[in-house]
């Protein structure tokens, strides 16, 4: 089946949906006659995107939520069940950068990342989760990992080490809802996107003390890389179709992630140590 056959006339339920792969998700499942719920901590940014998709003919609810509070979360979640409908599509993407050495990392950082990377993603799935398990009516969570969920980066510990921690948590959840008995209508995924134009680079934490330098030098190679980075409405498309295959691993560019992982692998089977690595610039002319 198309994605339109699978999500047309769902709501979908995105975070972090203000900016980057989030709004580009939110704009994809509106274009396929989803009903948008946009959730982020930045209120102008989802009400400008609310304007817009409603402007387009489409559906779309803005909720200011900060997905570190686990109450504010399911006041979300009863908000939306109460007023919108239930959901067909949970997105749990809000996420955010940090460069520098890591003991260089100022501790309140190194609590923001966790909080919203991690937490945040639990908090979704805590509040929404059983709400979709109430019914057998089809439904899909996405957990928005990373390429750095597959890899090891210097001066972005914290980041990394986060989006190890989400990919890891989507592969047990997809194990703990077929153990539950409900992988009959509930579809858990993990999405790996690669470079996606995004505003996470410039909003990232740095350090105050310790080699300021190193950290401000990995923000810029970052930077050169978003240059090249994939279009979010493309990135989406590309989940959306993955999606309705029934993958597992939702790949923004295929071979470029795809490699990764593949190499990810090898050093694990090896059992190499961890070597400094030339980053690979992004072609999309070969993804």
């Known amino acids: 089946m198309s994605a339109r056959d699978v999500f047309a006339g769902g709501v979908a339920v995105i975070t972090g949906a203000g900016a980057g792969i ?14 948008v719920v946009l959730a982020d901590i930045n209120a102008a940014a989802v009400a400008e995107l609310r304007d817009e998709i409603v402007a387009g003919g489409g559906s779309a609810t803005d909720v200011v939520c900060d997905v570190r509070d686990a109450e504010a979360v399911q ?44 937490s945040g993603v639990f908090h979704g799935i805590r509040a929404f989760l059983p709400k979709m398990m109430a019914t057998d009516a089809p439904a ?11 890899a ?5 510990a914290p980041y990394i080490m986060s989006k190890h921690a989400v990919l890891a948590l989507t592969e047990c959840l997809h194990l703990e809802v077929q153990s539950a008995g409900h992988d009959h209508h509930l579809h ?13 680079f410039e909003s990232a934490g740095g350090v105050d003390t310790g080699d300021t330098g190193a950290a401000e030098g990995q923000r810029t190679a970052m930077l050169d890389i978003k240059a090249e980075a994939m279009d979010p409405m493309a990135a989406a498309e590309m989940v959306f179709d993955q999606a309705a295959e029934g993958r597992f691993y939702l790949l923004t ?12 692998a090898r050093v694990l089977s090896s059992q190499e140590a961890p070597r400094l690595r030339t980053q690979r610039r992004f072609d999309p002319a070969k993804n």
């Not at 989030?22 to 009903?35: D, T």
């Not at 899909?140 to 597959?150: K, R």
């Not at 560019?253 to 990810?264: F, H, I, K, L, N």
């Open 253 to 264: 560019q295929p071979d470029y992630v795809g490699s990764a992982m593949t190499e990810r």
């Open 188 to 200: 858990v995924q993990a999405v790996l996107p690669g470079a996606v134009v995004s505003s996470i």
């Open 152 to 156: 090891v980066v210097p001066l972005q």
């Open 75 to 118: 006041a979300m979640a009863d908000r939306v069940y109460r007023d919108v409908g239930p959901v067909r599509l949970l997105v749990n993407n809000a996420g955010v950068e940090q460069f520098g050495y890591l003991w260089d990392t100022p501790v309140s950082n190194w609590q923001r990342v966790v909080d919203i990377n991690i």
């Open 140 to 150: 899909w969570i996405w957990n928005l990992s990373s390429i750095g969920g597959v």
């Open 22 to 35: 989030g709004a580009g998700l939110a704009r994809h499942a509106s274009r396929l006659g989803m009903n």
